[in-house]
């Protein structure tokens, strides 16, 4: 009977376990400056010849910088590994880049030219999710010798300097990855770049430790550690960077979030000044968006300004072209065609001549993903829909799926309109406008949208190495686009990390997104 | 050959119970011995029913798994790939034995999404910090629970029982999820005392060796104090959020069993002896009926893991019930299906384990 | 809820009470239950409120559940504020100015949008009512404060600014050449008694249809399992088989197995939307009455009086639904009480993992979901919500804990 009471105190016991527990605290040893950053991310792959999303590129990027990379803090481009800016052949169709001396690995081999043929091949042939950034543009790539790399293009590229600071593109250490398969989840990750990935655990921390032969260095205030502590949603992240739990809040906190945390003490929101478009991808194969006036009608139904104010409380922009703000060319081609607000006599006018009227409305199923473009989405679509049935022409019949059955299922052009948000490869217009209104890209994402005019502007843009030539041409595609209502462009949502002012002096992301781990100042 | 983890906790578990089995088997009575028999037996039946309900469940999903990953457009060679990749060539029938030989040989196969990780190796991380959470919680519930149900028990028809009643239907009332956000801004930001998600500190983990992913066990093993009690600091809050959904349940359930026990003859006779009631209650009464309770963690075992489920979501702890929601998310069905038939697996060893407990403990029992 | 505790035998009250009539048997039995009475009380009468809600939603929603009825987040209680136009004196002043290319600073997450939003959606349709088509949709642009606007005003960026009187007046003498206009305020000038959510919908009425889900998906689903689980258990305890066992098997897997991941199972391969809901959660009931029709019958059949039915040659339907049914009502009343309950939380952790209801519909567990993400902010979003599922699930669950306390002969008084 005795025993039987004594296990009843168990309980009492981990109470009382747990309570010194608390009061001990966990407190950190003092020997290594840790940072931890959260993030609601997860890893889907890192395989360079296979990872297309923003932070395994983050990982990636930390781990092995390429030829050229941004700029701290910019979205300008300099040579990273190269040494300077490569030699471009007078066809425009060969680019040369010289390797800089002192890149090692971590165990001290040096690096070669070889490990960019054999990474940017392997991306090539292995059919990984990010094949086409490199498949679409190079014809291949050799390597002379130990410090220079010649790549050949299939076109002439206006941007091929951009593109070349896209991941797929980095080199890769003889063993690090097999050549006849895709490692999504290799056990650890390293290149010549400041740091090297050493453990992850799903759902839990991802640890990278400093790449002790790093050609530049670290500054004394650099942390020695990073850990990458994954959280379930941003709620719980957000009390986490609160109450000190982690010291960096990083993707996806969300613009609300960050608002409201910007006004705590001892936090300090910083604006990337990067980050996604948002729009409605229009399916042109289908009824009943085959019909321009269609498409026409919901542009000038939609009105930016209340998602912008009522949904999102003003932590986001309107956006009145694909090509957003900041990019060459960039203009507001929707506002200038449709208005800055809705006009439902416009729109009903444009109905009626497609034979629509209040008796037989238009109908469509408008798609989106429940949880992949923030918290709001739901309502951002509950206001969509009140604002399409303005008008008694047009009834909207709201469509969920979870993100990564929504994501084929709209790029296979499975839905007629579906929403979806943009983040650029590399920061030049032609990567807001070639995948959505070239004819073989759009075809890719389930737009098949095809304007030969179109495709000229944009080959005729992509070719050109003139500034100001560019520019008046995208200005003319944008203007097109608008006019063919491709795509209606929505808002523009900034990015932001919020840091602990106690222990994170600074960080470096900049627009391109690329946190460099390296760059943050430890207090 | 290198045995997962996983498979580690099974076959370590399974002897467990194996050597209770087999120690009950040489103990019982002849009685007790075909019942151990025939409950064994019953098992078996009943996880191949819960599995092959879980099969065809999933393969009624409305559309394909392989055009869902691949889209319309991939070449047919491709998809065939796929298929044979993933046996869904096969006819169905083959399917269905190919799944269970791979029960059998815990093979669950390879995720549909996370291509080279093998399914049995993800969930031999998961299910440990799923038995980290529910096994203190339901400590915590069941020790509680019964004492505060005796004590009810005892004053049957006073406040302390209408209290204790109305408090076990209150917390039971409680959505999961609603409590832990709760605990989370009071305690957990509020009060500033408790971390607010994850199962360690993010550096002390770096220094933590994971052997069986039982962080409490593993920090045990290699002497980590400072890993132990970061363990346990991050356990309160999960663990006070599940436990104090269970604890009402069994608080009834104790309560009703030693009501019951009380009216019965020994307990009068005890009484006409002139025994202390407090005597009465607690020693034989509550000795009595803390043997039905058995049975009842077997009953409660599922609701524990069901509200593991929201517990995990809501504090990001990386168990059973977090991967099999973030999976259904990505349409992972190979994933989802066998985390489905571990929670199946678990549920009809346990129910068994604890109906043989109870025959064992109760000789009133009739076989 | 695993709770069935059963009973196995004719319950000793039911012969008890068959002497009085039905309300007077009602009023008694407070003396014989003391509080298990009044708890069956409270809760009946808690559940009659939570009925009428769900039945009659408009006598306590003031508002659409849906409309957009004032600024976002407003705390319970405040009257959403009012706001005045500030320019120059002799620039834009009043609303109907405010046309298109008009510039118009505000502040960034203000209520002023909202109610600018409201006024000129007003005044347009008065216009438009007069016969003038005038678009006024002024172009907005965002500013951090009303200083920053103000400033941009006195430098001619934008024509107009909007902000709150008490936050404009005491900037205006540094802005010597502005003054303040008209004064613009929402239709709705009270306070809400639950506050607004982040769409600016009335909290209140959105709690009180989400009544009508609650209990819509909570009944439908204990209906649907009651009515497959009880006539299949009552023949399986009548004619028993190898059948029978093999459906007894069956049945007790599925009892055994965790009802919310069983429904997550289900959910996840129907999709979203209420009736895929209420199949999910049906599921996991019909094993528990199938269990107690099972164990009633089998117990029951055996009785004289049956027998003797069955040696008159009552047909086996007869003796099913008039010696055998009427057994299991009672424990069928307290498992079924418990049954709304529980699929009315199990409906809440669905739809909070999102794979319930689809977010249009009024629902408790969506609104908690994306209340979430404003907790900090706006506590009242999940407080409701919260409160409300606990109370429902309260209401239903007290009943059926003291029904069973009632009805359970085990637990008489000795």
Not at chain 1, 200 to 209: D, G, H, I, M, R
Not at chain 1, 414 to 437: K, R, T, V
Not at chain 1, 452 to 474: C, F, G, I, V
Not at chain 3, 357 to 375: C, E, K, R, V
Request: charged fraction near 20%; charge should be negative.
């Amino acid at each position: 009977m005795s025993k039987k009471r004594y296990w009843l105190l168990l309980p009492a016991l981990i109470l009382v376990v747990a309570f010194t527990a608390c009061i001990q605290g966990a407190g950190p040893s003092a020997a290594t400056k840790e940072v931890i950053i959260g993030t609601t991310d997860q890893l889907d792959s890192l395989d360079p010849a296979d990872a297309y999303a923003t932070h395994d590129w983050e990982i990636i990027r930390n781990t092995n910088p390429g030829l050229i990379v941004y700029q701290p803090g910019t979205a300008d481009m300099v040579p990273g590994v190269a040494e300077g800016d490569p030699e471009i052949s007078d066809d425009g169709l060969t680019y040369t880049f010289t390797i800089s001396d002192g890149w090692k690995y971590p165990d001290g081999s040096e690096l070669v030219a070889g490990d960019f043929v054999r990474g940017i091949n392997r991306s090539l042939t292995m059919e990984g999710d990010v094949s086409f950034l490199v498949s679409t543009y190079v014809e291949s790539v050799e390597a002379p010798d130990d410090k220079t790399v010649v790549f050949h293009l299939k076109a002439k590229r206006g941007d091929f300097i951009q593109i070349v600071s896209a991941t797929p593109y980095g080199p890769l250490q003889e063993g690090q990855f097999p050549d006849d398969e895709l490692v999504k989840f290799p056990e650890t990750l390293s290149g010549v770049g400041p740091w090297q990935l050493t453990s992850y655990k799903e759902n839990e921390q991802a640890v990278l430790e400093r790449n002790p032969n790093y050609k530049m260095g670290f500054s004394e205030s650099a942390p020695d550690r990073v850990i990458i502590r994954y959280f379930s949603d941003p709620t719980q992240m957000a009390l986490a960077v609160e109450k000190g739990d982690i010291d960096i809040a990083w993707r996806i906190l969300g613009p609300i979030e960050t608002a409201r945390l910007s006004t705590v003490e001892g936090l300090t929101a910083d604006n990337t000044g990067g980050g996604g478009i948002r729009f409605l991808s229009i399916n042109h194969d289908m009824e009943p968006f085959t019909d321009k006036n269609v498409r026409k009608a919901l542009a000038y139904l939609v009105d930016r300004d209340e998602i912008v104010d009522r949904v999102m409380q003003g932590a986001v922009e309107p956006l009145y072209s694909i090509d957003p703000p900041g990019f060459l060319g960039s203009n507001e081609a929707f506002r200038d065609m449709y208005g800055g607000s809705p006009d439902v006599a416009k729109a009903e006018e444009l109905l009626a001549a497609s034979g629509y009227s209040a008796d037989s409305p238009v109908e469509f199923d408008l798609w989106y993903p429940p949880e992949h473009y923030g918290a709001q989405a739901a309502q951002i679509f509950e206001v969509l829909k009140e604002q399409f049935e303005k008008s008694s022409m047009v009834k909207v019949t709201l469509q969920t799926q979870e993100w990564s059955t929504y994501i084929k299922a709209l790029t296979n052009g499975e839905y007629p309109i579906g929403y979806l948000g943009w983040f650029f490869d590399y920061p030049d217009s032609s990567n807001y406008l070639d995948p959505f209104a070239q004819t073989d890209f759009a075809a890719g994402m389930g737009i098949f949208y095809s304007n030969p005019d179109m495709d000229q502007y944009l080959a005729d843009a992509a070719a050109s190495t003139d500034p100001a030539e560019r520019a008046d041409l995208y200005v003319e595609a944008q203007n097109l686009f608008a006019e063919d209502a491709v795509c209606i462009p929505l808002v523009f949502e900034a990015e932001y990390a919020v840091y602990r002012s106690d222990s994170v002096g600074k960080i470096v992301i900049g627009p391109a997104l690329v946190f460099q781990y390296e760059l943050i100042e430890l207090k | 050959m290198t045995v997962s983890p996983l498979a580690g906790v099974c076959f370590s578990s399974l002897g467990v119970a194996l050597l209770f089995l087999l120690y009950a088997f040489l103990r019982g009575s002849k009685g007790l011995r075909s019942y151990i028999v025939t409950r064994v037996l019953l098992t078996l039946p009943m996880v191949l029913i819960l599995v092959t309900i879980i099969f065809f469940v999933m393969r009624v999903i409305p559309g394909d798994p392989v055009t869902s990953e691949l889209g319309p457009r991939a070449s047919e060679a491709v998809r065939e790939q796929m298929r044979e990749q993933l046996g869904l060539n096969q006819p169905i029938w083959v399917q269905y034995f190919q799944y269970l030989s791979g029960i059998v040989r815990l093979d669950l196969g390879t995720s549909l999404i996370f291509g080279n990780r093998p399914i049995v190796d993800e969930l031999s991380e998961r299910l440990p910090a799923t038995l980290e959470l529910i096994i203190p919680s339901a400590a915590l519930a069941i020790g509680l629970g019964v004492l505060a149900g005796t004590f009810a028990a005892e004053h049957r028809k006073q406040w302390p029982d209408y209290l204790l009643r109305l408090f076990s239907v209150v917390v039971y009332s409680i959505p999961v999820f609603w409590l832990g956000l709760i605990f989370q801004v009071t305690l957990g930001l509020g009060l500033g005392i408790f971390p607010i998600a994850g199962r360690i500190d993010p550096i002390i983990d770096i220094s933590l060796q994971r052997h069986t992913n039982i962080l409490i066990i593993d920090s045990l093993i290699s002497g980590n104090w400072p890993a132990l009690l970061s363990a346990l600091h991050y356990l309160v809050l999960p663990t006070l959020t599940l436990a104090l959904i269970l604890v009402g349940v069994f608080i009834r359930l104790s309560r009703i069993n030693v009501i019951e026990t009380l009216v019965q003859d020994y307990i009068t006779a005890a009484r006409a002896r002139g025994i202390l009631e407090r005597v009465v209650v607690y020693r034989h009464a509550l000795s009595n009926a803390l043997i039905p309770v058995v049975t009842l963690i077997g009953l409660q075992f599922s609701v524990l893991l069901a509200g593991a489920v929201l517990t995990e979501t809501t504090f990001s702890w990386p168990g059973m019930g977090q991967y099999l929601v973030q999976r259904i998310g990505q349409r992972d069905y190979t994933a989802v299906q066998s985390a489905i038939t571990v929670f199946a697996m678990s549920v009809a060893v346990i129910s068994m384990i604890t109906d043989i407990i109870y025959a064992f403990l109760d000789p009133r029992v009739q076989y | 809820m695993a709770d069935v505790a059963a009973t196995d035998s004719i319950p000793q009250w039911q012969r008890d009470l068959d002497n009085v009539g039905f309300v007077r048997r009602l009023l008694l039995a407070r003396k014989w239950y003391g509080a298990d009475w009044w708890f069956v009380v409270i809760s009946g009468i808690l559940l009659l409120f939570i009925f009428s809600m769900a039945f009659f939603p408009r006598l306590y929603a003031p508002y659409d559940p849906h409309q957009e009825v004032g600024p976002s987040l407003v705390p319970p209680g405040q009257v959403p504020p009012s706001f005045v136009l500030v320019g120059k004196e002799n620039g834009i002043l009043d609303l109907d100015a405010l046309t298109e290319g008009v510039k118009l600073g505000i502040v960034r997450g203000s209520e002023s949008t909202q109610v600018l939003r409201d006024v000129v959606a007003r005044r347009e349709a008065e216009l438009d009512t007069a016969g003038q088509t005038v678009r006024l949709r002024p172009q907005l642009e965002r500013y951090d404060t009303i200083e920053e606007a103000l400033a941009d005003v006195t430098a001619g960026e934008i024509d107009v600014a909007i902000g709150l009187r008490e936050e404009i007046e005491p900037l205006l003498p540094e802005h010597a050449d502005l003054v303040v206009g008209q004064s613009l305020s929402g239709a709705i000038q009270e306070a809400f008694m639950l506050g607004t959510n982040q769409l600016g919908q009335d909290m209140l009425s959105r709690v009180v249809w989400g009544t009508r889900t609650a209990l819509l998906v909570g009944f439908s689903a204990a209906i649907v399992s009651l009515f497959l689980g009880v006539p299949l258990g009552l023949i399986a305890g009548f004619w028993s088989g190898r059948l029978e066992r093999l459906m007894t098997l069956v049945m007790d897997s599925l009892y055994s197995f965790p009802g919310l991941i069983l429904a997550i199972a289900i959910t996840s391969v129907l999709g979203p939307g209420i009736f895929n809901v209420v199949v999910a959660i049906a599921v996991l009931y019909i094993p528990t009455y199938y269990r107690i029709a099972r164990g009633q019958t089998l117990s029951v059949k055996e009785e004289l009086y049956v027998e003797a039915a069955r040696s008159l040659g009552v047909r086996p339907s007869g003796i099913l639904l008039q010696y055998i049914l009427p057994n299991v009502v009672p424990s069928l009343v307290v498992i079924f009480s418990v049954n709304v309950a529980d699929a009315i939380l199990t409906e809440a952790g669905l739809s909070f993992l999102g794979l319930g209801l689809p977010p249009t519909i009024p629902d408790w567990g969506i609104d908690l979901a994306l209340g979430q993400n404003y907790m900090r902010e706006a506590s009242w979003l999940i407080t409701y919500p919260g409160l409300m599922i606990m109370l429902v699930t309260l209401g239903f669950s007290m009943l059926g804990e003291s029904l069973s306390e009632i009805l359970n002969p085990r637990l008489a008084e000795s």
